[in-house]
T-cell receptor, first 111, second 111 residues
Framework: EADIYQTPRYLVIGTGKKITLECSQT?????MYWYQQDPGMELHLIHY???????EKGDLSSESTVSRIRTEHFPLTLESARPSHTSQYLC??????????FGNGTRLTVT | GQQVMQIPQYQHVQEGEDFTTYCNSS?????IQWYKQRPGGHPVFLIQ?????EVKKQKRLTFQFGEAKKNSSLHITATQTTDVGTYFC???????????FGGGTRLMVKP
């Protein structure tokens, strides 16, 4: 039941490039989240949104930015990718404070 | 701020053995959620506990919420290789607006 979609699934990119990770959900959820996770490790909240035109930074400092112009869309942008950004990025959504639905993630490698 | 600690970080068991992971919050929670992440996958919601002292079962999995609503446990009876993965607890604060994930317990099952 892939109701939350992330693209690309894998991305290898050179240092200094600008990248946008896409996240869309078709469930009409009001809340959306971005987590950063190294393989098998903790989930770090980097951004969240409680609705259109609402975005907040999470617990983990991140050089990325997000936007929420439409309910279903919550893209994450890195203006200048660095090797330290290599990680998996997981998007999630929820209806109000119900449990989270996660996307399949984007595995980012910055060379 | 709210902290959620999870132990152990890793657990190796022989197939057929039992397994338990524990979750402790620094503050009282309104509810606690459990997620499972298979290797290479994304976290998938398992269950939510709301009431003090609540116990819920899903086949071989038993979830408990402490009387003080500050701790929780997940117990798996007679582990199988399909149980392999990382189990995360996530506690929601009393105001309801913050969900904090524990660091996860990675379960490995030897056949």
């Amino acid at each position: 039941e892939a109701d939350i979609y992330q693209t690309p699934r894998y991305l290898v990119i050179g240092t200094g490039k600008k990248i946008t990770l896409e996240c869309s959900q078709t469930m009409g959820h009001d809340k959306m989240y971005w987590y950063q996770q190294d393989p098998g490790m903790e989930l770090h909240l980097i951004h969240y949104s409680y609705g259109v035109n609402s975005t907040e930074k999470g617990d983990l400092s991140s050089e990325s930015t997000v936007s929420r112009i439409r309910t279903e869309h919550f893209p994450l942008t890195l203006e200048s990718a660095r090797p330290s950004h290599t990680s998996q990025y997981l998007c999630a959504s929820s209806l109000s404070y119900s449990p989270l639905h996660f996307g399949n993630g984007t595995r980012l490698t910055v060379t | 701020g709210q902290q959620v600690m999870q132990i152990p970080q890793y657990q190796h068991v022989q197939e057929g053995e039992d397994f338990t992971t524990y979750c402790n919050s620094s503050t009282t929670l309104s509810n606690i959620q459990w997620y499972k992440q298979r290797p290479g996958g994304h976290p998938v919601f398992l269950i939510q506990l709301v009431k003090s002292g609540e116990v819920k079962k899903q086949k071989r999995l038993t979830f408990q919420f402490g009387e003080a609503k500050k701790n929780s446990s997940l117990h798996i009876t007679a582990t199988q290789t399909t149980d392999v993965g990382t189990y995360f607890c996530a506690g929601r604060n009393n105001a309801g607006n913050m969900l904090t994930f524990g660091g996860g317990t990675r379960l490995m099952v030897k056949p």
